[in-house]
């Protein structure tokens, strides 16, 4: 648990770097002194760097030890928002040099812009996480610990906007990124002392392109990791397209917020994530994962109505919404996550990616298609396409059973109670191949720290009166001499010494 609560903190404020700047783009506009269309490029610059990180560095978790490559990048991204750049004018050429150490951000738009960029593309460490929470937390319980990190993902992703609004509103607003700064270096001590330093699942090395495309291949092999992306897709999409188009339903007739209440909005949200852990325990452990992820987008779809039908008239419309349709989305993507990982432990890392990177596409998609249908038909307009996107990831549901080896039928039966109950996914037995999977190294490591704790025990029991964990094992040992004479001798068995009581 405290491992899990330490990842969730960590992931929650290094994805938060992607959403500080979305409540303050007026702001900034000022601050360089540009049109407003030039800093709504930031955005979509982050997202861009955040995408080819997943691409690109993510599937390394299958190869580098994880400890070591997401302190490397946590501190990476941390340094580069302390790095200065001033800009000096030579012969109507702009040109760049390193001035001192300070805030990154400087009065030069494509400074702060391409900064922005690299600082997204190592922003990617909670994603590295994840799937090493997947390796250490046992199948049947794999779903309560990815809870607590995902809750701390989605968590960042909505408290960097009420952060960075109420900062702003108060101070300058560049301390939200001295706050990112310090909080970054905070994360790096942390993880540092505490992470885990678990030995690579391929330790005889791969070829990384040969990695990218593995890929693609797993998309070939797996219908649960297809229909899980796609679900991921069409339900991420919703929640974008959701929290772009409110700040513009807010702001106008007839609720006409200021930009501070409009980001508090997000504490509605805040509010469901605490939810997710306790779910997850009670409801995703216990069945089939397909169960939670139908449950997952029936509590989307209720919100999503509830909310685009009455919120151009009522603000408890908006308020339904946003706690219904992120608590639905937590338990989707837990849920997926839970079966995605089962399938291939040696390869989570990769199989991460390709959830992750449909996610995202997602997340594009229903951004720009939230503003460009509000921009047409207003909030019914673009909450009708959150709901068209929800009836989209039941189908995909119900195309594929809990049970079916294939890509469509419901081979297997309807049953939404687990097989195996101590599998992740009701049908998959991990913990003895994941084991066996190890190194041999590792295995005799094991059996050496069992050792060790077991010798632990035997001096933490004698500390205090009679040593029953050493009177234990004398006497199974006398037992088993006992038997082993009696084998050679040709005697009976004797029967067990008596033990005092």
Same mark, same amino acid.
């Given at each position: ?36 269309? +030039? ?5 979509? $610059?982050?997202?861009?760097?955040? @995408? ?28 580069? =928002? ?17 001035? %001192?150490? #300070? ?37 049947? %319980? %794999? ?21 960075? #609004? ?105 509010? /469901?994530?605490?939810?997710?852990? *306790? ?12 169960? /939670? ?6 509590? !989307?779809?209720?919100? $999503? *109505? ?12 908006? *308020? ?7 608590? #639905? ?27 992750? $990177?449909?996610?995202? !596409? ?16 207003? =909030? ?29 039928? =419901?081979?297997?039966? =309807? ?16 913990? @003895? /191949? ?18 060790t704790a077991d010798h632990g025990l035997e001096e933490l029991a004698g500390e205090d009166g009679e040593n029953v ?10 037992? +088993?001499? !006992? ?16 033990? +005092? /009581?």
């Open positions: 648990m405290p491992l899990n609560v330490l990842f969730g903190f960590a992931g929650g404020f290094t994805v938060a770097n992607l959403y500080y700047n979305h409540p303050i783009l007026n702001i900034l506009a000022d601050e360089f002194n540009v049109p407003y269309e +030039k800093v709504s490029q930031i955005p979509t $610059v982050m997202q861009a760097g955040y @995408a080819v990180g997943l691409l690109f560095l993510c599937p390394l978790g299958d190869l580098l030890k994880r400890r070591a490559f997401v302190c490397s990048l946590v501190f990476f991204t941390a340094t580069m =928002w302390y790095a200065r750049i001033s800009p000096i004018y030579e012969s109507d050429l702009l040109m760049w040099e390193p001035d %001192r150490i #300070g805030l990154c951000i400087t009065s030069s738009l494509p400074v702060f812009t391409a900064i922005s960029f690299i600082t997204a593309v190592t922003t990617v460490t909670p994603q590295l996480m994840l799937p090493l929470v997947g390796d250490l937390a046992p199948p049947h %319980r %794999r779903a309560a610990a990815l809870s607590i990190v995902v809750s701390g993902l989605l968590l960042g992703m909505l408290i960097a906007r009420v952060l960075s #609004g109420t900062i702003t509103n108060y101070t300058s607003w560049r301390n939200i990124y001295w706050f990112s700064l310090g909080v970054q270096y905070v994360i790096f001590a942390l993880l540092w002392l505490f992470m885990p330093d678990y030995p690579s699942t391929n330790p005889g090395g791969l070829n990384y392109f040969k990695m990218l495309w593995s890929i693609l291949v797993m998309l070939t092999k797996h219908p649960v990791l297809v229909q899980a992306c796609i679900i991921g897709f069409f339900t991420a999409s919703t929640f974008t397209c959701f929290w772009t188009t409110l700040t513009f339903l807010l702001a106008g007739e007839p609720y006409n917020y200021s930009s501070l209440v409009i980001g508090l909005f997000a504490l509605i949200g805040i509010a /469901s994530m605490f939810l997710g852990p *306790v779910y997850a325990r009670v409801i995703i452990d216990r069945f089939v994962p397909l169960f /939670s992820v139908i449950l997952g987008e029936g509590i !989307c779809l209720i919100g $999503v *109505v509830i909310g685009t039908y009455t919120g151009s008239f009522t603000v408890a419309g908006p *308020v339904i919404q946003a706690f219904f349709n992120d608590l #639905g989305l937590q338990t989707s993507q837990i849920a997926n996550r839970s079966a995605i990982y089962a399938i291939e432990p040696k390869a989570r890392n990769r199989v991460n990616t390709a959830f992750m $990177v449909a996610t995202f !596409c997602g997340q594009l998609v229903g951004t720009a298609a939230g503003n460009h249908l509000y921009a047409r038909g207003g =909030w019914i307009a673009s909450g009708s396409y959150s709901v068209g996107s929800i009836g989209c990831a039941l189908l995909v549901c119900a195309a594929r059973g809990p049970w079916e080896p294939g890509w469509i039928g =419901w081979g297997g039966g =309807w049953s939404i109670k687990k097989k195996d109950a101590n599998s992740a996914d009701g049908k998959t037995a991990e913990a @003895a /191949s994941h084991m066996a999977a190890r190194p041999a190294a590792d295995v005799e490591q094991a059996k050496v720290n069992a050792g964990v050493r009177k234990t094992r004398h006497e199974e040992d006398e037992r +088993k001499g !006992c038997a082993l004479e009696d084998t050679v001798t040709g005697d009976a068995p004797r029967p067990p010494a008596a033990t +005092k /009581s």
